[in-house]
């Protein structure tokens, strides 16, 4: 029963956070953002550049962003250790947000990600629960992948559709962001990837070395499936002369926006022509092997690749710099390797799985 019976106690425990309110019904996503402001309280969130590390743990998380040179920083990040007051669950997300509201965009998703994707989990759940045919004693791994997976893609399709209709507040017709976020739930771990940033795992290999092995997919339009999809909606994929290898989006009749991902929130001036939001949900069972993930955006991508990365935390004398430490030495590699071109936002977010 192990998994399942101790979800009971979060949905009971969200419960209990709706006490003290007034007698009408508190719907799961009210309860859910009640859960986010009670462990904000506990400092259980962090949405700001540092360390989460909670006392009986094996979770340490380091995150750390720098602003570029292209205006304010549209990066940002959230950690939300106990996840759905769950001791074994912790929420990283990362969000890169681009065009003129890009921040705004960004910053949005941030905050109503972690609530909307904990209701549509507790919902899922609950429903699961309630199946006469599941078998707790036999309860697997795969189902629980599948009842993430389902609230995420439910969670992902209910934040573009909100970010829609706000666009009077904020206009996110020619701008939007990515998001990249990762559950860890005991040993199971569900990566969720909407954009181009990255998540890349470190694991031991024989010899004792770590190996990168990356988790996502950068959905970048030239890739052959998104490709098709932006094309068969009428939308276009080219590189400009000046920036050769760079595929961008661009409308069937117009020179814009020159998107530079297929998959992302908001840009709704590109919604009818491929671009879509919707994630890629994949799963991971951590061995004692694994030893940490890395999130970040493609600021970090851009100029270090995923073994550079792994070396460069692994190199961290403290884990509580492991993040600064990633981002400072993407930040040089910009000096070095891209003389002339503004510096994009560097964002990253270390999640280490084991105590030290």
């Given at each position: 029963m192990g998994h399942l019976s101790s979800m009971f106690n979060g949905l009971a425990r969200s419960l209990s956070l709706r006490k003290g309110k007034s007698s009408e019904r508190c719907d799961g996503r009210e309860a859910a953002e009640a859960m986010a402001k009670d462990a904000k309280k506990n400092d259980l969130i962090l949405c700001t550049s540092g360390n989460v590390s909670v006392g009986g743990?094996?979770?340490?998380?380091s995150v750390f962003s720098k602003r570029g040179n292209k205006g304010v920083n549209q990066d940002c990040c959230v950690v939300w250790e106990e996840f759905g007051c769950q001791a074994d669950m912790i929420f990283c997300g990362i969000f890169d947000g681009h065009g003129p509201w890009g921040h705004f965009v960004a910053k949005s998703v941030r905050k109503s990600m972690p609530p909307s994707l904990l209701c549509n989990w507790q919902e899922t759940l609950a429903q699961t629960l309630l199946d006469p045919d599941l078998d707790l004693e036999t309860e697997k791994k795969q189902h629980r992948f599948d009842i993430w997976k389902h609230s995420y893609l439910k969670t992902c399709a209910a934040i573009d559709q909100e970010l829609e209709q706000q666009r009077r507040k904020i206009d996110s017709f020619y701008s939007g962001t990515t998001a990249l976020s990762i559950v860890r739930q005991g040993e199971l771990i569900i990566i969720a990837n909407v954009?181009?940033?990255?998540?890349?795992?470190?694991?031991?290999?024989?010899?004792?070395?770590?190996?990168?092995?990356?988790?996502?997919?950068?959905?970048?339009?030239?890739l052959p499936e998104e490709a098709e999809r932006i094309t068969e909606s009428r939308g276009r994929v080219f590189c400009l002369d000046d920036e050769p290898g760079v595929h961008r989006v661009w409308l069937p009749d117009e020179e814009?926006?020159?998107?530079?991902?297929?998959?992302?929130?908001?840009?709704?001036?590109?919604?009818?022509?491929?671009?879509?939001?919707?994630?890629?949900?994949?799963?991971?069972?951590?061995?004692?092997?694994?030893q940490f993930v890395v999130l970040a955006t493609d600021g970090v991508w851009?100029?270090?690749?995923?073994?550079?990365?792994?070396?460069?935390?692994?190199?961290?004398?403290?884990?509580?710099?492991?993040?600064?430490?990633?981002?400072?030495?993407?930040?040089?590699?910009?000096?070095?390797?891209?003389?002339?071109?503004?510096?994009?936002?560097?964002?990253?977010?270390?999640?280490?799985?084991?105590s030290s």
């Amino acid at each position: 029963m192990g998994h399942l019976s101790s979800m009971f106690n979060g949905l009971a425990r969200s419960l209990s956070l709706r006490k003290g309110k007034s007698s009408e019904r508190c719907d799961g996503r009210e309860a859910a953002e009640a859960m986010a402001k009670d462990a904000k309280k506990n400092d259980l969130i962090l949405c700001t550049s540092g360390n989460v590390s909670v006392g009986g743990s094996n979770n340490f998380c380091s995150v750390f962003s720098k602003r570029g040179n292209k205006g304010v920083n549209q990066d940002c990040c959230v950690v939300w250790e106990e996840f759905g007051c769950q001791a074994d669950m912790i929420f990283c997300g990362i969000f890169d947000g681009h065009g003129p509201w890009g921040h705004f965009v960004a910053k949005s998703v941030r905050k109503s990600m972690p609530p909307s994707l904990l209701c549509n989990w507790q919902e899922t759940l609950a429903q699961t629960l309630l199946d006469p045919d599941l078998d707790l004693e036999t309860e697997k791994k795969q189902h629980r992948f599948d009842i993430w997976k389902h609230s995420y893609l439910k969670t992902c399709a209910a934040i573009d559709q909100e970010l829609e209709q706000q666009r009077r507040k904020i206009d996110s017709f020619y701008s939007g962001t990515t998001a990249l976020s990762i559950v860890r739930q005991g040993e199971l771990i569900i990566i969720a990837n909407v954009g181009d940033s990255r998540a890349v795992l470190a694991t031991s290999s024989e010899d004792g070395s770590l190996t990168a092995v990356q988790l996502t997919v950068d959905f970048k339009p030239n890739l052959p499936e998104e490709a098709e999809r932006i094309t068969e909606s009428r939308g276009r994929v080219f590189c400009l002369d000046d920036e050769p290898g760079v595929h961008r989006v661009w409308l069937p009749d117009e020179e814009s926006p020159g998107l530079a991902m297929s998959r992302a929130f908001g840009d709704y001036c590109v919604k009818d022509y491929g671009v879509i939001s919707v994630p890629e949900v994949t799963h991971r069972n951590i061995t004692s092997q694994d030893q940490f993930v890395v999130l970040a955006t493609d600021g970090v991508w851009d100029v270090i690749s995923n073994q550079e990365a792994v070396d460069i935390v692994c190199s961290a004398a403290d884990r509580a710099k492991s993040a600064r430490l990633l981002v400072e030495c993407a930040v040089r590699e910009w000096k070095r390797k891209r003389k002339g071109i503004a510096m994009d936002d560097i964002s990253a977010i270390c999640l280490f799985f084991h105590s030290s």
